[in-house]
């Protein structure tokens, strides 16, 4: 994993809220719905392994100017 990975992972709080059919996860700003709680899974092993990647792929201008990181 290469340093701007581990930042980027490291500028956006996750959250998981699981619903009567899938779950929602929120990254940094943004919520994404998924209808299986594995298909989410799989998508968020995908994220911790390639944030930039995944990120590109679901927000590309957020996630490559980040707009939405969080103050801590």
Do not use: H, W
């Not at 919520?31 to 709680?37: I, K, N, Q, R, T």
């Amino acid at each position: 994993m290469t340093n701007d990975q581990i930042a980027q992972l490291k500028n956006y709080d996750v959250q998981i809220n699981f619903v009567d059919r899938g779950c929602v996860i929120k990254v940094g700003c943004k919520s994404f719905a998924f209808e299986s709680v594995e298909e989410a899974m799989a998508e968020l092993e995908a994220y911790t392994k390639d944030p930039i990647g995944v990120g590109k792929k679901y927000a590309p201008k957020q996630f490559e100017l980040k707009e939405c990181v969080q103050l801590r």
